[in-house]
Structures are given as C-alpha cells and as structure tokens.
C-alpha cells in the first residue's frame, strides 16, 4: 500500500471522527477513538507503509502489534510463538512466495507388481541412462521472476476511478399503454381525509389470520376470491368497546362506510386522464336475525352509518358485502387498446347493509365482511352472476345450485336462483341460531355438512309457544320464507350451467308434525317440535369413465322431530334448546358402465346380396357356372363397396 494511499484513509478517518464527535452514541455507527499521537501532521507523509506482497497476511490484521495465533508474525516473541504451535492454533499465513517448479523430484524411482494374489511387491531399480537424457536439470537458478504481480492502483479522483464509480443514469419512465394487462393492478380515485386519493384498488382481507389486517390488491381481469369454490372473500373486524364502534360510525373513509363505495372512480386504462364514477347496482339491507335480504332504494336509502348509543351500543347501516362486477373490452394487436391490453367499460358495486351491535355482557363484537370481484364483457348481458359449480357436471366442493320456483306472466314458469347457492342455518354470537350472511355454510358439491345452533326462551316464551297451533315456527323465524318453500316444494335444485330441475326437490308438508303435541304449563313441555331438518341429495354420474360428470338427481328435505322441555330448577332465566341441519350426498346405484361404439358411416349404395361370395360353399354341380359368373361380379362389388366405405370414412 502506498504512503499516498495510507494518508487519505487516516485523512478521511480523522475528518469522520471530527465530523462524528464524542458525542455519538452507541449504535449500527458508532467509530473507535482516534489515536491523534499517531496521526500525521497535514501534508506529511507516514513513516511507514505495509508490503502487500508480503507472505505474512494474518499480521495485518493488527498492524504494529502481535496478533494473537499469527505464528508468522514478527511482532510476536518466540515463546508465544511457540505456544501457539503447540495448541495448533495458527492463523492461517496467506500464499507460499513465487518459485520456480523443478523438474526432477528427490524420491528415488520404483517399480511396483501387483501378482494376482494377495500380496504385491515393490522392487527398486535404477532409472534407466535414456530417461535422463531426456530431462533437463536445472543446476542454478537466477531468474529475478517471483511471477505475475499486480501494481498498486492509485486510490482518490485520479484517472479513470470517478467516473468507473460514478452512478448510473436514472431509467427513463416507461411509456404508460392505453390498456391493462392481465393481473395489471387496477388504478382508482377513492376519497380520502376530505380529498382525493389515487392508487391501485385496494380492499380488506385477512391473509394471514381471520381479520382484516391486510390489503387485497386487486388486479384487472383477477377474480376474487381467487378460488372458484368460494363465492366472496370474507374477514373479520373486533370490536371491543363503545368507543371504537363509535369511531367506526364516524369514519366515512373507512371501507365499511358506504360513502367510500359510492365514491369510487376508475379509469379506462392507465394512460386516460378522466375517471368514470362506480354505479350503485343494489343496495339492501340485512335482518340481523334471518339474514333476509331488504331492497333499498340506492338514491333515497344511501346514508352514512348512525350510531346508537345503547345500551348495547350499535353502528347500524355498515357495508357488510360488497361485491364489484367490472364490464371489460378486449383489444387486438394494433388497435387503439394498445396490442390486446383490455380497458374498463363500467364499474359496478352491490352493496349489502347491516349493524354492528356490541353482545351483552362485554362480549367483544366480530363483524364479517364479505368482498367479491366479478368480471363480465361489455357485450354481456345485464344479469347477476351465477355462482360458480362446473360445466356441464358438478366439480366437487364447488357451491351447490339451487333455487326458488316463481311464476311469471303468462303461466311462465323459471327458478329464482340463490345467490349464495344451497345453504345451511349457522351459529353466530354466543352460538345462536343465525341465517345472516356472515353465519350461514355453504353447501360444496360431494362434502357432507352439519351445523348446530341455539335458540334461547324463557319459561313464558316456550309456554306461548306450547299453546300456538305451529310446531315449526321456530324454525320458520330463522329461515324465513325459504321453510315454506321447502314445505310447498317450490325449492329447487339445479344441476351446474343447466336449467334447474322442476323435480328434484320434495319434503313433506310440515303440517304432519301437529298431531303429535302436549304441553303442561309446570314444567312446560314440548313434543313435536321441528327441530332442524337434513337434505339428501342423490348424485349420479354419466358420460365417458375417464372424463365423468356428476349431476344432481333428487333432492329430499327429512324433518326432525323432538322435545323440548323447561328445567325449572333454573327459574325464569333464558334456557338454550338446539337445532341442527344437516346435507348428506348420497350416490345412486348405477348400472355398470358399457361399452361406447362409433356409428357405423352410412352406405351411399345398397350391397350386393352376393358380396361375400367367395366365402360361400354349396354342394350343387349345377350352380358351378352360376358360381364362377358371381364370382367376377362379387369382387367388382366388393371392390366398389370398399372404395364407397373408405370415401365415407374418410
């Protein structure tokens, strides 16, 4: 190393710690103290300077002193040295100097045998005169070489250093196209602390846990959720006081504002300077009891949450679902989209409200939400999205269709779909019984189901309920009309990418279950009740073995019938009785499967009775000409029907 180089870097060192002083702390940049005794005055050189082709390179770890195990280290004393030999502890000390390679070794030459047998031999015989006559033998050696060496390049601004280490030109911005690739995070305007805001289209979602810590990008052309199974993309929020369901009404950013909905605006494609508003498809609202969807009116109904004080203290009129439905159009190569990129037609949002109600007791409140995004071409029909299930045959697990049989005008008849597909009452808080679309189970095509729930009745509550002429209105509270369409079987289900069939739904009428009923007023006691019911549904399989396809054939409601009965041990408090609901996929017995065959191709021509001729015996001398005539015209005619069979084939 040069005295040049070695100055500037204890130049540099003395300007960092002047520039650092003593009063940095300790931390990722802390310095060590600097020795001033030993720095030079400025412009003076140092005294000494390391040798870097030097053998010795575990000393320069500490220049001037002994560096501990550095058995070559002339600052070292011989003892230590020693010491450090004996534990084998030496550092290692760099390459061997530069040499020259001799040609001949010292070991004296041998010949070894190695017989077949166990033992070999070694006999050691002197190298014959012709094999030294072709050695060349080096006798002395003054060769300064000590072999290749690098120069000590000069450290500072000096030739070609700056501008090898300067920085890179910045990239220049990329040409913004006129038109979204696939997964192209989709740009949106959202309002934001009184303002605007404009970024990629982000919305709650819980990644790695139920809540909804985290942000779902979404991207153009990318479903969500993006299993096809799933109809929407649910997460949960905590609450746990008044105070932060308070804050929660107040905020009309927050994504369970319908404010920030409604005020959404998107593009066409990155490079478009003006945005579209989001349109306001639907708007409902859901009983919190039933889960039983309201229609509003999105342009009188559409207010910012109100909070009720409580007690329980409530947030009613939160966002709950929200699904988006994107109209795209897709570009070709060389069109105004920008090489196929595809662009925004329309953006629509149908949102579903409900209230946030803090459970009794101080019970923390979990409020689901539910995000989806669909997309449709422009030139699609105006229609709700079907859930997805398989086409033509079901896929398993994916959502089971079914739905409601209406009337029409004119003695039209067609199926209401379900939007969720088939479903099954759930437990919400504290496990009552629930029917809102947070706490109901989807039904996956092949999976068996099974929930229970509770329903919770004081004594003059079961009392009323044993004198009332309605076994099942427990039931019929917590499913709404879907029990009466059951019962009057107007339920339907639906085979996938097909028209629901008109058949395949039955259950007996629930006035059946009346006959059977007692009731005492101490204990009160109740028989008959309808106590949940389990589906059957038959499934089926057809079309080739290595490519089946399932489908639904029959579907049957079986009610259950219990007993509930007051333990007055209790008192007049809430006592908790249990439903239960249940789906189980039976499959059919089938006959085996059979051989599948092509059509035979059709004959553009009869056959001649007499095609097979030569295949025929007949004991008759007579018929011995006759059979040598047919016998020219049955190969003609095998011939052309062979050529007739080839050009139908083919």
């Not at 196929?340 to 939400?369: E, F, H, K, M, N």
């Not at 033509?392 to 049989?405: M, T």
Request: charged share 15%.
């Amino acid at each position: 190393m040069s005295r040049a180089l070695l100055s500037a870097l204890l130049a540099c060192a003395s300007l960092a710690a002047a520039a650092v002083g003593g009063a940095r702390g300790e931390n990722s940049f802390a310095t060590f103290p600097v020795d001033w005794a030993r720095v030079p005055a400025a412009g003076a050189e140092p005294a000494t300077a390391a040798n870097l082709t030097a053998t010795c390179t575990c000393a320069l770890l500490n220049a001037g002193a002994c560096t501990p195990n550095c058995c070559c280290d002339p600052a070292c004393p011989a003892p230590l040295v020693a010491g450090f030999r004996a534990a084998g502890a030496c550092l290692p000390e760099g390459p061997p100097p530069e040499q020259l390679t001799y040609c001949t070794p010292d070991e004296p030459f041998a010949r070894v045998n190695l017989p077949s047998g166990d033992f070999y031999r070694i006999a050691k015989a002197p190298a014959g005169a012709d094999f030294f006559t072709q050695l060349l033998c080096v006798a002395a050696d003054h060769n300064p070489s000590l072999g290749a060496a690098y120069p000590d390049p000069p450290a500072g601004d000096v030739g070609a250093n700056a501008a090898a280490a300067a920085c890179p030109a910045p990239p220049a911005a990329a040409p913004v196209a006129a038109g979204y690739e696939y997964g192209q995070p989709l740009l949106a305007s959202a309002p934001a602390g009184g303002g605007r805001a404009t970024g990629a289209l982000v919305l709650p979602s819980g990644a790695l846990s139920a809540e909804c810590l985290d942000a779902q990008q979404v991207g153009f052309m990318a479903r969500l959720p993006a299993s096809l199974c799933g109809a929407d993309a649910p997460c949960e929020r905590t609450f746990r006081s008044a105070a932060e369901l308070a804050a929660l009404c107040g905020d009309a950013d927050s994504p369970l504002s319908p404010a920030w909905f409604v005020g959404l605006s998107f593009p066409a494609h990155p490079a478009a300077s003006s945005f579209r508003p989001v349109t306001l498809t639907s708007l409902s609202r859901a009983d919190p009891a039933t889960g039983a969807l309201t229609a509003l009116d999105p342009a009188a109904d559409l207010a910012a949450p109100t909070p009720a004080a409580g007690p329980p203290a409530a947030c009613r009129g939160v966002v709950v679902a929200a699904h988006f439905l994107f109209r795209y159009t897709l570009g070709v190569g060389g069109s105004a989209t920008g090489g196929g990129r595809g662009q925004l037609a329309s953006a629509g949002v149908s949102l579903v409200l409900g209230d946030a109600v803090l459970p009794p007791g101080g019970a923390p409140l979990v409020l689901t939400t539910r995000f989806s995004v669909s997309w449709a071409n422009a030139s699609a029909p105006d229609a709700d999205l079907p859930p997805l299930s398989g086409l033509p045959g079901y896929r398993p697990g994916f959502p089971v269709l079914a739905g409601v049989l209406a009337a029409g005008p004119g003695g039209a008849a067609a199926v209401s779909r379900l939007r969720g597909g088939l479903q099954l009452p759930g437990a919400g808080d504290a496990g009552r019984c629930s029917a809102s679309v947070a706490d109901v189970v989807g039904l996956g095509f092949g999976y068996n189901a099974t929930t229970t729930c509770a329903v919770g009745l004081t004594l003059p509550q079961l009392r009323a309920f044993c004198t009332a002429d309605d076994p099942g209105k427990t039931l019929r509270d917590l499913l709404g009309g879907w029990l009466d369409d059951l019962t009057s079987q107007q339920a339907r289900a639906s085979p996938p990418g097909g028209t629901p069939r008109r058949e395949s739904c039955a259950a007996p009428p629930l006035a059946a279950a009346h006959a059977a009923r007692r009731c005492r007023r101490r204990p009160c006691h109740r028989r008959g009740v309808v106590t949940g019911f389990d589906l059957r549904l038959l499934t089926g399989v057809a079309f080739a073995s290595g490519n089946l396809q399932a489908k639904l054939l029959y579907a049957t409601a079986c009610f259950a019938r219990g007993e509930w009965r007051f333990n007055t041990m209790a008192g007049g408090a809430l006592q908790l009785f249990r439903l239960r609901f249940a789906a189980a996929f039976v499959p059919a017995d089938q006959p085996a499967p059979v051989a599948s065959l092509r059509p035979a191709p059709p004959l553009a021509a009869p056959l001649p009775p007499d095609l097979f001729y030569p295949f025929l015996t007949t004991s008759s001398t007579s018929a011995a000409p006759h059979r040598r005539r047919a016998r020219g015209a049955g190969l003609l005619a095998a011939g052309a029907a062979a050529a007739l069979l080839l050009a139908a084939v083919l």
